[in-house]
Nanobody
């Protein structure tokens, strides 16, 4: 089982990036899919989650209204559209999968390797 995130990069404040996460090894259409992020010397924190069918989503207050999580189960792919980026969004972003709806690192069943997002001021 593998989750592979991509799409990170360096962008100026106010810009946009779209992250993708391709799942392989099994079908994740029944799992909740999540994005977390970890800034230097900080704990990994919840960013967003989407239900298996993609109809329910949840966001951290810090990204609400700027980020949009979505998924394409036919492609086994998770997305995170990030708009109006701020320097404080700078972090390594990780995709994850869980059988239950969680907003913490506890209860996550699968982690992907991260992708770096850097927002310059």
């Amino acid at each position: 089982v593998q989750l592979q995130a991509s799409g990170g990069g360096t962008v100026q404040a106010g810009g946009s990036l779209r992250l993708s996460c391709v799942a392989s090894g099994r079908t994740f259409s029944s799992d909740v899919m999540d994005w977390f992020r970890q800034a230097p010397e900080k704990e990994r924190e919840f960013v967003a989650a989407v239900s298996g069918a993609g109809k329910i989503s949840d966001y951290a207050d810090s990204v609400k209204g700027r980020f949009t999580i979505s998924r394409d189960n036919a492609k086994n792919t998770l997305y995170l559209q990030m708009n109006l980026l701020k320097p404080e969004d700078t972090a390594v972003y990780y995709c994850a999968a869980s059988r239950k709806w969680v907003r913490t690192v506890y209860g996550i069943d699968y982690w992907g390797k991260g992708t770096q997002v850097t927002v310059s001021s």
